[in-house]
């Protein structure tokens, strides 16, 4: 049992998605393709189930509906049975052998990459995140630059509360997946200490083009890009012969950057706010890597990417989120258009 608690990200592929969800299974599928990616690994579905099935916390969990047998209707009733459910969750303590396990899990990623107390990126995996006709992205909770055995296992367990957020609640029902409908694994990666971060897509988000691939970033952490914190530096690079076009560099004034734990916004110095976040070599190599994996899916895709800046060219270009877009963009309305794609970003 504690082994499918429990799986390491170069272990996995889109196969996997039921045991460690959307986002893990899609990393699991760069590595293979051999694309860098931070190590890490899923705590999976598996163990989110055995935490509600020992601590009691799902038969709980369920008792919650009885006061509304045909579901909640209205945005208070969303929050009022999300916070309660987040609660019964947030109170419970992991069980111990699952919390050996992941202790145990993190500190082989601690040696295997010779840090004390590694920093790493605790994000949440929905296995109905990819789903072709719905979009759980964004909606759970992701914690970055955490630190030590404790700090993890507790992020863990709120990623898991995220689930229940009211949107999410909310999303689930109008897709008639249920309010426990879909399970949720976790990813936990090495951090990228980035000094560039953003996303990128396989086709125009406002013209449906799919001859060009858009990458988008800022200094810094990606969220800063998400979250339109800035306006953010704009590369277009031509897909068959991955040359870029165009870059239409922004005043960036604002960025997130790494704390003791945890990210912050501050101002970017002055010297670099008018800069490229990007050379032309690493936009064109988290281009290449865009193209391979819209071969490979088959599809449009969206992407993650961050540059590390404790490494040189190209080790120090990640990628660490794939999202094949399963709609055929092109046909639809400029509006549409944006709105898929914007819903298919991530949250970092």
């Given at each position: 049992?504690?082994?499918?608690?429990?799986?390491?990200?170069?272990?996995?592929?889109?196969?996997?998605?039921?045991?460690?969800?959307?986002?893990?299974?899609?990393?699991?599928?760069?590595?293979?393709?051999?694309?860098?990616?931070?190590?890490?690994?899923?705590?999976?579905?598996?163990?989110?189930?055995?935490?509600?099935?020992?601590?009691?916390?799902?038969?709980?969990?369920?008792?919650?509906?009885?006061?509304?047998?045909?579901?909640?209707?209205?945005?208070?009733?969303?929050?009022?049975?999300?916070?309660?459910?987040?609660?019964?969750?947030?109170?419970?303590?992991?069980?111990?052998?699952?919390?050996?396990?992941?202790?145990?899990?993190?500190?082989?990623?601690?040696?295997?990459?010779?840090?004390?107390?590694?920093?790493?990126?605790?994000?949440?995996?929905?296995?109905?995140?990819?789903?072709?006709?719905?979009?759980?992205?964004?909606?759970?909770?992701?914690?970055?630059?955490?630190?030590?055995?404790?700090?993890?296992?507790?992020?863990?367990?709120?990623?898991?509360?995220?689930?229940?957020?009211?949107?999410?609640?909310?999303?689930?029902?109008?897709?008639?997946?249920?309010?426990?409908?879909?399970?949720?694994?976790?990813?936990?990666?090495?951090?990228?200490?980035?000094?560039?971060?953003?996303?990128?897509?396989?086709?125009?988000?406002?013209?449906?083009?799919?001859?060009?691939?858009?990458?988008?970033?800022?200094?810094?952490?990606?969220?800063?890009?998400?979250?339109?914190?800035?306006?953010?530096?704009?590369?277009?690079?031509?897909?068959?012969?991955?040359?870029?076009?165009?870059?239409?560099?922004?005043?960036?004034?604002?960025?997130?950057?790494?704390?003791?734990?945890?990210?912050?916004?501050?101002?970017?110095?002055?010297?670099?706010?008018?800069?490229?976040?990007?050379?032309?070599?690493?936009?064109?190599?988290?281009?290449e890597s865009a193209k391979l994996l819209e071969?490979?899916?088959?599809?449009?895709?969206?992407?993650?990417?961050?540059?590390?800046?404790?490494?040189?060219?190209?080790?120090?270009?990640?990628?660490?989120?794939?999202?094949?877009?399963?709609?055929?963009?092109?046909?639809?309305?400029?509006?549409?258009?944006?709105?898929?794609?914007?819903?298919?970003?991530?949250?970092?």
């Open positions: 049992m504690e082994k499918k608690w429990i799986v390491s990200l170069d272990k996995v592929c889109k196969t996997d998605t039921k045991l460690v969800g959307g986002k893990c299974a899609n990393i699991g599928e760069m590595v293979k393709l051999g694309i860098r990616v931070p190590p890490g690994f899923a705590v999976t579905t598996a163990a989110y189930n055995e935490f509600l099935l020992e601590t009691h916390a799902g038969k709980e969990m369920e008792q919650c509906l009885c006061n509304f047998p045909n579901g909640p209707q209205s945005l208070t009733e969303f929050e009022e049975i999300g916070r309660a459910i987040r609660e019964i969750i947030t109170s419970r303590e992991i069980p111990t052998l699952l919390r050996q396990a992941i202790f145990e899990e993190y500190e082989a990623l601690c040696e295997r990459v010779g840090i004390r107390d590694l920093p790493v990126a605790v994000r949440s995996s929905g296995v109905a995140e990819d789903m072709p006709t719905a979009s759980f992205a964004g909606q759970y909770d992701s914690y970055l630059n955490m630190r030590g055995k404790e700090d993890v296992t507790d992020k863990v367990k709120l990623c898991w509360a995220s689930a229940f957020n009211a949107r999410c609640i909310s999303y689930r029902m109008q897709n008639k997946i249920g309010v426990f409908g879909g399970s949720i694994s976790v990813a936990v990666q090495k951090m990228v200490n980035s000094r560039s971060a953003g996303v990128g897509f396989t086709v125009d988000p406002v013209s449906g083009d799919d001859a060009t691939i858009i990458l988008e970033g800022n200094w810094g952490f990606g969220e800063s890009v998400v979250q339109g914190v800035v306006r953010p530096d704009i590369f277009v690079i031509d897909k068959r012969t991955l040359t870029l076009e165009e870059r239409q560099v922004s005043a960036k004034l604002r960025q997130y950057s790494i704390r003791d734990r945890g990210t912050a916004e501050e101002d970017v110095p002055l010297a670099k706010q008018s800069l490229p976040c990007l050379s032309d070599d690493e936009a064109i190599k988290i281009a071969l490979h899916y088959g599809v449009p895709i969206d992407i993650e990417w961050a540059v590390d800046q404790d490494l040189g060219f190209p080790e120090g270009v990640f990628l660490v989120q794939v999202r094949p877009v399963t709609v055929v963009v092109k046909k639809k309305s400029t509006t549409d258009q944006i709105l898929d794609l914007m819903m298919s970003r991530f949250y970092p």
